[in-house]
């Protein structure tokens, strides 16, 4: 290759020549650096030469120092036993050929292992420093103006072919990642044995993968389940890629009052957006709302993304129903006495008291039937008005009051039956009342012809008048054929009285009969 290397030989020729005029025998070549000296001949005649041979490896040293220098001395015996003696030196120049080669290489470390290289994870590099050239170069450095440190070297100084490892860490950018690579040079930089400077640099291009994704995720809270208590939606939108996104808009079919903070994601970067939608008594009776929120933006290199979260909101179907029953007696003849036979009519309220609609509403009554109803069909809140009517009898009036009760029933979207009562006490009020109608006839008006006396005796109240008994002044001989009447019965009792002659003078004769029980 041009240049003396350690391990290479070097290959020396001596020339040796008989400069006297008696022949020299017993010639030996002696030189310190080489062992393998080599000549063709032992002795030599007066004006001859031989050519002898040796070969020496340099050491590093030897090669560092630009010249190998040495030596050899040729020794012989003249005629006389007499030595001969002479030495020739020789320096060899080794030119020095310093070289340098640096290899780098950069491989993405994605410290949170989630597959995508993200801002601030790193680039580690590896740097290798060759010593390509035939002398030791000192004083090594490696630079790096890309890396906010320099980087470290396992060795400072490098014999030929010997090699240091050097790293050295980047903090990805976002400009990094839009780029979708990063390239820097990496110089280094030594002495060669004189101190003459000796430098190499090496490239790198590392790619960095440019991944472009949007998340969505949505949850809904609410205070209540019904058509007028909103649904309150978060809406987390995520970049999960490392290229930023711009333009980001949410669009959801059921709400009009998406908002977010920003239309911009950098990589990794997420923010909460809100909605609100007031559920339909659809979607109440159902027991759950389904919608879905998408995302849309741009990345950086102009490519449209989209990405969609959907949520199930599970309300609590609260069925219930109400029931308010009222009782009003009904004085048919309008004579103030509730009679039996006459009635009490009663009113039912029926109300949608929970948050579903109800269907097949309807009212059962033990006492009366059938209770008629306007609507069978409740939306939450509203109420249907419910009547019967019920015939009195002669127990309630003794008893005093009419007390029942009735169930309101309807049934809920999953035809599960709700039930709900209420009892109404309505008063009928005892009225005992008797009526008495009281006349007279006679066929003469004399002290000797009795006057007589129908009385008849009513029993105009509403319960049973018994131990009816007559009181009169004048008559001693009153009788009734009985002495309890019913309720609207009658009866006629008698009594005579024969005047007094001071009555007859009078002209008239007045009593009263008094009646009680």
Known sequence: ??????????????????????????????????????????????????????????????????????????????????????????????????????????????????????????????????????????????????????????????????????????????????????????????????????????????????????????????????????????????????????????????????????????????????????????????????????ATGTDSNGRNQSASGSYTFTGTKEPAIDVVKTGATNDVDGDGIVEAGEFIDYSFTVTNSGNVTLTDVAVSDPLVDPVVCTESRLLPGLSTSCSARYTIVQADILLGTVTNGAVASGKDPSLDVIRSGDFAVTEVTAVPRLRVVKSASATAFNTSTPVEYSIVVSNIGNVEVTGISIDDSLTSDESCPADVLAPGEQMICTATHTPTQAEVDSGTLSNTATISG
Do not use: W
């Not at 040495?70 to 320096?91: Q, R």
């Not at 949170?112 to 994870?121: K, L, P, Q």
């Not at 450095?141 to 490098?158: M, Q």
């Open 1 to 294: 290759d041009g240049r003396i290397e350690v391990d290479e030989k070097v290959d020396y020729t001596i020339v040796v020549t008989n400069q006297g005029n008696v022949v020299i025998d017993g010639i030996t070549i002696d030189d310190p650096l080489t062992s393998d000296e080599a000549c063709p001949q032992t002795s030599l005649a007066p004006g001859k030469q031989m050519v002898c041979t040796a070969t020496y490896t340099p050491t590093q040293e030897q090669v560092d120092s630009g010249t190998l220098e040495n030596t050899a001395t040729v020794s012989g015996f003249d005629p006389n036993g007499d030595p001969v003696e002479k030495s020739g030196t020789f320096a060899f120049p080794i030119p020095g050929a310093p070289g340098l080669d640096v290899l780098k290489r950069g491989h993405d470390v994605d410290s949170d292992g989630d597959g995508i290289m993200e801002v601030g994870e790193f680039i580690d590099y590896d740097i290798r420093v060759t010593n390509t050239g035939n002398v030791t170069v000192s004083g090594l450095t490696v630079t790096d103006s890309l890396l906010a440190t320099p980087p470290v070297c396992d060795l400072t100084e490098l014999s030929p072919g010997q090699f240091t490892d050097c790293t050295g860490r980047y903090t990805i950018t976002e400009a990094d990642i839009v780029a979708g690579s990063v390239t820097n040079t990496a110089s280094a930089s030594g002495v060669d044995p004189f101190g003459d400077p000796i430098g190499a640099s090496g490239d790198a291009k590392t790619d960095i993968p440019q991944i472009s994704r949007l998340t969505v995720t949505k949850t809904g809270v609410a205070t209540a389940f019904n058509p007028s208590t909103p649904i309150e939606y978060t809406i987390v939108v995520t970049n999960t890629g490392n290229l930023p996104i711009t333009g980001i808009q949410l669009n959801d079919p059921r709400t009009l009052d998406e908002t977010c903070p920003k239309d911009s994601l950098a990589g990794g970067e997420q923010m909460v957006c809100s909605a609100s939608y007031v559920p339909t008594q659809d979607e109440v009776d159902a027991g759950t709302v389904d919608n879905t929120a998408t």
